[in-house]
C-alpha cells in the first residue's frame, strides 16, 4: 500500500539524519584539529626549550639601578691541569745538634728563633781542663820543633840542596820527626784541639734556631742534644699524588700551594708558587700514589714548619684555550652561562666548557678573546641589566 504523496517515509527520514550526523562529526572533528594545531603553535617554543631560554632571561626584570661588578678581559692562555694533594711544610734542611762533651753550660748565645751563619756559636759547657791541654800540648809542639832542629836541620844551603831532592828524603824526614818525637807532639796539639771543639756546638749551615733545650748553669751529658737548626730560606713539602696523575708530573712543573694557616683561599697572601723538586721513582701498591717533593721559596721567613699546606699541582698544559674563573660561569635553567659586558649593560650568554681545573675553566663556544666578562657582583643580575665595572681583574692562572 503507497502513502500519500508529499509524505515522507521513516526509511528516508532515517538517512537524512544519518547524513545530517555524519557532517557534524567531520565538523567537529576539523575544529578538534583547529584547536590542537592552535595549541601546539602556541607550546611549540615551550616544548623545544626555546620559551624557557628567553623566559629565563625576560622573567626576571632588569632592575632600575645600576649594579656594580667586577670584570676580565677574555683572553686566550696555555692552560696547566692541576691535581690535588695535601701535605706540611718542612724545612729544606734540618738537624739535630748535640753536645760532644759533657760539663754545664756556660754560655748559650743564642734565643729560639734567631738566624745564624754557618759555624756561629749556639752554646758552649765549661772547657778551662781542655784550654789548658791545649796550651800543654802546644807547648811540647814547640820543644818537639826546637830539638828536631838542632838534631835534623843544617845551615840553610844544606836544607836547600835536601829540599830538591826525590821523595825518599821526605820519607826519611818524616822518619826523623817521628823518631823525635815531633809528630807525636804535632797530633798531641790536634787532639787538644779537638777536645776543645767538643765543648762548643756550632751551627753546621745557615739557619735558624728551633727547640733549643738548655739553659745556662744547666749540666749537660756528653751527646745531649740541645736544639734544631732548620734551613727555611726556602721550604719543601712531600705530597702523595695518585698514580693516574704521578705519572703526567715532571720534576721543574708548577704548584700553587695554599697555606690555610695565613687566610682563606680568596685571600692571595695566603698563596705561594712553587715548583716540583723530585719525584718518587717508585708508586706505593697500597695506597696507589707516589710521592711527589715540592719546592717553595721562602725569602721572608713568614712560612714556618709544620704547616697545613695544599698543593695544586700541574700534569698537563693544555696550549692557546680560552680560560675564565670558575666563578664568572654561572648555572641557569640547566644550562652554563656568563654575562658579557656591553656598552654598560650585562648580556646573558649561554657558554660551553671544557676543562676544568682549580678556579678556572675552559669556556669552548659562546665567547670569544676580548670580550668583557662579569667575574663578581654578577650572581643575581638580569639580561640586559645595567652595570658599572668597578675594578678588571688580571687572569692570574699561574
Known sequence: MSS????????ASDARSSHSLHAWQVAGGLLAVAVVGLALYGLWPTLTGQAQDDAARDDVEAPSSTATIDVLTAERVDFPLRTRANGHLRPWQEARLHVEAGGPVVKRAVEEGDRVDAGELLARVRNEEERIALKEARADLLEAQAEFQAKYEGDDAVRAVRDSLDGAASDRRATQAAVSGLTAARQAVERAELNLERTRVTAPFAGRVANLAVEEGQYVSAGAEIATLLRDDRLKVAVDVLESDVVHVD????ARVHVPALGPEADSAAWVNGTVWAVNPQVDNASGTGRVTLSIPNPDGRLVSGLY?????????LPDRLVVPDEAVLVRQGRDLVFVVEEGRAQWTYVDVGARSGDYVEITDGVAPGDTIAVDGHFALAHDAPVEVEAVQELDIE
Open 309 to 317: 699546606a695544599e698543593a695544586r699541582i700541574e700534569t698537563r698544559r
Open 4 to 11: 500519500p504523496s508529499g509524505a515522507s517515509t521513516p526509511a
Open 251 to 254: 720534576e721543574g712543573a708548577t
